[in-house]
């Protein structure tokens, strides 16, 4: 509001201080409740090194591969060894080592991974002496405005603080890429390196898990999203979890026709995770890169065209998936058939144990 011609300088500066006087001892009371709470909580968060065998490449008239290392955050969530972060940390990864902020390092195994959601499980056999884990909070009662922090490790910085609001919550489309999934958004700064890590609320519980920005640049630009607690407690603890280790493409309408398939749709098997369900099955992945319709793809791996009872591309394919994992048991078979060398194959997933 514009101030009036006639008012004092003299007047002015003593509303300033006034205000500032006001505004100060919050200020600085905020700024020690967080630092109280990122002392409390920054244990339990973990920097994920993950490394797998890339996809094929041409280079210099030759097929070659490389191995490829990432990173990525993640968050103790329970006394016997389980870490939540985001799928696309880990879900093709080879080998997982989980880094503690006092340097100490361990080998993790991926238990589930839900892709649609980009949220999976890594289990461990024991954190360090004296890391505690953190609760999951009841996000249905985290509001549009409320004060969070996130924890990870941007371009592989472990332990970074970044400070921000919740600024909304979405449920994304049918139609979306994380269709169904309620998705916060926040204004804290977050960046490659930071997916997976956790978003704490003031009271040091974890409202959601970081997953992806929307950005022009490629950085942080002030629209981040984080995968809701509660949707993670549904998916991942309360259901059961399943980690296939498949990383591919959809085939459908005339690429379909082009590839000859015996269906309307099937997917394409580029990579294969070492130790995954898919790759227990025999499900192979891809060895020669080709670009079709713009998009580079490896093929001469399997090609995928019904899970169980649940043919790819037909309605509602992906909960009616879902659906079918949870009526499975441990030691039950699923049968996946497969189009492989012109040859229609049924390999057999043996359902693993669960990690409740």
């Known amino acids: 509001m514009p101030l009036p011609d006639s008012m004092p300088m003299a007047h002015l500066a003593k509303r300033c201080v006034l205000m500032l006087s006001l505004t100060l001892p919050c200020a600085t009371a905020l700024a020690a409740q967080v630092s109280d ?92 002496e004296g890391v505690m884990s953190v609760p999951l909070a009841d996000s249905d009662a985290v509001a549009i405005g409320d004060e969070i922090i996130v924890i990870g490790a941007p371009y592989g910085l472990g332990h970074t603080l970044s400070v921000g609001h919740i600024s909304g919550r979405r ?45 022009r640049s490629g950085g942080y630009e002030g629209m981040g999203f984080a995968v809701s607690s509660n949707t993670v407690r549904k998916l991942l603890l309360e259901q059961r979890g399943f980690w296939s280790g498949i990383d591919g493409v959809l085939l459908e309408g005339p690429i379909a026709m082009a590839f000859n398939l015996p269906a309307t749709a ?32 490896v093929i001469g791996g399997d090609v995928i065209l019904q899970v169980g009872d649940v043919r790819v591309g037909s309605e509602g394919a992906r909960g009616r998936l879902r659906e079918q994992l949870q009526r499975l048991a441990e030691g039950d078979v699923l049968p996946v058939r497969v189009l492989r060398a012109g040859e229609v194959l049924t390999l057999e997933i043996t359902i693993p144990s669960a990690y409740r």
């Open 266 to 297: 099937g997917y394409l098997v580029e990579r294969v995770a070492q130790g995954s369900a898919a790759h227990k099955a025999g499900i192979r992945g891809g060895e020669l890169p080709i670009s079709i319709a713009n998009r580079e793809v």
């Open 37 to 128: 709470l990122f002392a409390k909580v920054s244990p339990s968060v973990v920097v994920l090194h993950t490394f797998e065998q890339g996809s094929p490449k041409f280079r210099d008239g030759e097929i070659t591969t490389a191995s490829i290392e990432g990173v990525g955050s993640g968050v103790l969530i329970s006394e016997d060894g389980l870490i939540l972060t985001a799928a696309h940390v880990v879900h093709v990864a080879d080998s997982v080592h989980v880094e503690f902020q006092d340097g100490t390092r361990t080998l993790g195994r991926v238990l589930a991974s839900d892709r649609d959601a980009d949220i999976a499980l890594v289990k461990i056999e024991r954190a360090p």
């Open 171 to 215: 449920v994304a489309d049918d139609d979306d890429l994380f269709a169904g999934t309620e998705l916060f958004q926040t204004d804290a700064a977050i960046n490659q390196g930071n997916s997976g890590g956790p978003l704490f609320t003031l009271d040091g519980e974890v409202a959601g898990v970081v997953s992806h920005i929307l950005s």
